[in-house]
């Protein structure tokens, strides 16, 4: 099957864009995630910048991101939660976020459609796993800083 785009009609170009732009969107949401989590956690304790989240969105840039993005998390997660004393897994997310960057290299090799649509299948679900993880964690600290606050506030002076 070949992708031929003068063979397109217009309804079929408006599609792909409108999908392109949605995926855009999800990977955007997704990057924002990060960007928010890495925020809550301590500056000593950060192994990458807030603003870095968004290199995620580079084209074949992001091929090599997302494997790093998965361990500058991590070893951000854990400084934090050590600092913290919040007892969570070790290397938070690595091996989750390490498959969803290995399944993203492997959907780009040329193969049969049906093996692609399988392997994109299986892609999606640890990404959406993947980035539900990491928003559980920006909600842990979210929860704690409000914890720390309280605490704050019921001391006497």
Request: aromatic share 14%; proline share 4%.
């Amino acid at each position: 099957m070949e992708l031929n785009l003068e063979n397109l009609d217009q309804e079929s170009i408006v599609a792909l864009a409108g999908l392109a732009v949605i995926f855009l969107l999800i990977k955007a949401l997704y990057a924002n995630t990060f960007r928010t989590t890495l925020k809550l956690i301590a500056v000593e304790n950060r192994f990458m910048k807030p603003g870095e989240a968004w290199l995620i969105l580079i084209p074949v840039f992001n091929i090599y991101w997302n494997f790093e993005l998965a361990k500058r998390m991590a070893n951000s997660l854990t400084n934090e939660f050590y600092d913290r004393k919040i007892a969570e897994e070790e290397a938070p997310g690595r091996s989750s976020g390490i498959t969803v960057a290995m399944l993203y290299v492997v959907t780009l090799f040329p193969m049969p459609v049906y093996l692609v649509m399988s392997l994109n299948l299986v892609y999606l679900f640890y990404f959406f796993a993947y980035w539900i993880k990491m928003n559980r964690f920006k909600e842990l600290l979210k929860d704690h800083n409000a914890f720390l606050a309280e605490q704050r506030k019921e001391q006497p002076e």
